[in-house]
Nanobody
Framework: QVQLVESGGALVQTGGSLRLSCTASGNMFNVAAMRWHRQAPGNQREMVAGISRGGTADYMDSVKGRFTISRDNAKDTVFLQMHSLKPEDTGVYYC??????????WGQGTQVTVSS
């Protein structure tokens, strides 16, 4: 079992910045990657960014150059630094742990609202 707790969501203006954190606990041995997803009202959940255990990161096209995912393995924490936020970045941001052979785990989410 892996437990994930997100924090850092807030209301910001267009062009602002936020840093989301996801702290993991439990059996992290089989976790191969950590990801951030988001879901806007009426939309499907989409993957925003992911990072492998070795630190390789990937991003959805619309956030490249604005968002940075990073991880502190010693603290089992993953961050999502977001700059130049746009109203279309609004949504609930979920942390996701992908394991090898043991499924996926999700946090409860943190709300990000970008006002125009």
């Amino acid at each position: 079992q892996v437990q994930l707790v997100e924090s850092g969501g807030a209301l910001v203006q267009t062009g602002g910045s936020l840093r989301l954190s996801c702290t993991a606990s439990g059996n992290m041995f089989n976790v191969a990657a950590m990801r951030w997803h988001r879901q806007a009202p009426g939309n499907q959940r989409e993957m925003v960014a992911g990072i492998s255990r070795g630190g390789t990161a990937d991003y959805m096209d619309s956030v490249k150059g604005r968002f940075t995912i990073s991880r502190d393995n010693a603290k089992d924490t993953v961050f999502l630094q977001m700059h130049s936020l746009k109203p279309e970045d609004t949504g609930v941001y979920y942390c996701n742990a992908v394991t090898v052979g043991m499924g996926q785990y999700w946090g409860q989410g943190t709300q990000v609202t970008v006002s125009s």
